[in-house]
């Protein structure tokens, strides 16, 4: 599972109002929004991405697993092919049990609890909806971690400074800041997540950054990234490594908020900003994702039967 992205700019207006829960978004928000869309090219690949994924996990599993029979289905959060849709073909299919994995390592009750919510809703549709376990958060396989970490080395090889000059900054989506008091493990979810992939790769100089906050009156968690490079350029860096591991293909977040706006900020600084190149549909991934799928190393798995 993943968030979902509009296919096309005519698509950018009925997908936001979707993301408001059926609200409709002003005209310049949408105007907005339209036009992040149309500087990366009038759409993400997110979509096409997340069905490689299913395809190779798929015949992963069937390779290392022979014995019985593995089908990777798609669903999104908020367009389509939507996750409601996708359980209906499950069921059509007949499975003898299911598994939801979304496509984002770190668990919020704003975020992937409503991941959770939706395989639920789709499930009560059913007359006899099969097990079904799912996926709530992964940040601590040591897959994922390892993975992330020779991400990181491969990045800093390519950057024409010594290591000790480069700061690295992990990052992941900004959320409305009142899940700190509800206790939500969003934040130190990811602030170990950072420490431990931050170890493997023998990073010793590293910090953490929220990006992509909405655009509301609230307050959202911070330091935002952009605040995050003002402050790296102002005590003298002039390398950033950007690691945005809340995220695993190019998307929105990454094409726009981080090669585009993160990217303008620093040249503006002088700066050198550049990032880890993202999971996407990387063997290397696919096997982080089998993992999963098998054993579960790492992984808090809820019971949804």
């Not at 798929?58 to 939507?82: A, F, I, T």
């Not at 376990?133 to 396989?141: D, L, P």
Request: hydrophobic share 40%; aromatic share 8%; proline share 8%.
């Amino acid at each position: 599972m993943a968030y979902g992205t509009p296919r096309n700019l005519d698509e950018v207006e009925p997908y936001y109002r979707d993301i408001r829960g059926g609200q409709t978004p002003s005209p310049e928000a949408v105007a907005a929004l339209r036009e992040r869309y149309r500087q990366v090219g009038g759409q993400t690949p997110l979509l096409e991405i997340t069905q490689r994924v299913a395809r190779r996990l798929e015949q992963r599993l069937n390779q290392r697993c022979p014995d019985s029979r593995w089908s990777v289905y798609v669903g999104m959060k908020h367009w389509h092919p939507y996750i409601a849709d996708t359980i209906d073909g499950i069921a059509a299919d007949a499975v003898s049990e299911l598994i939801g994995l979304p496509l984002a390592p770190h668990y919020s009750m704003l975020s992937i609890a409503g991941y959770e919510q939706l395989v639920r809703q789709g499930l009560d549709r059913l007359s006899s909806p099969p097990p079904t376990t799912f996926i709530q958060s992964w940040h601590a396989n040591p897959r994922f971690i390892s993975f992330i970490a020779q991400r990181i080395r491969d990045a800093l090889d390519r950057i024409d400074a010594a290591p000790d000059e480069v700061e690295v900054v992990f990052s992941a989506h900004s959320l409305p800041a009142r899940i700190v008091n509800s206790g939500d493990p969003y934040p130190d979810e990811l602030i170990q997540s950072a420490a431990a992939v931050a170890q493997a790769a023998c990073v010793n100089s590293w910090r953490f950054a929220y990006q992509s906050a909405g655009r509301t009156p609230t307050p959202w968690l911070g330091p935002d990234i952009l605040e995050s490079i003002d402050s790296i350029a102002a005590e003298g860096t002039r390398h950033i490594l950007l690691v945005p591991f809340g995220f695993v293909c190019d998307h929105l977040e990454i094409l726009y908020d981080i090669d585009i706006e993160a990217m303008g900020k620093a040249n503006a600084l002088g700066v050198e900003l550049s990032r880890i190149a993202m999971p996407n549909d990387a063997p290397q991934f696919i096997e982080v994702l089998h993992d999963l799928v098998i054993t579960g190393d790492g992984a808090r798995i809820s019971d949804l039967s």
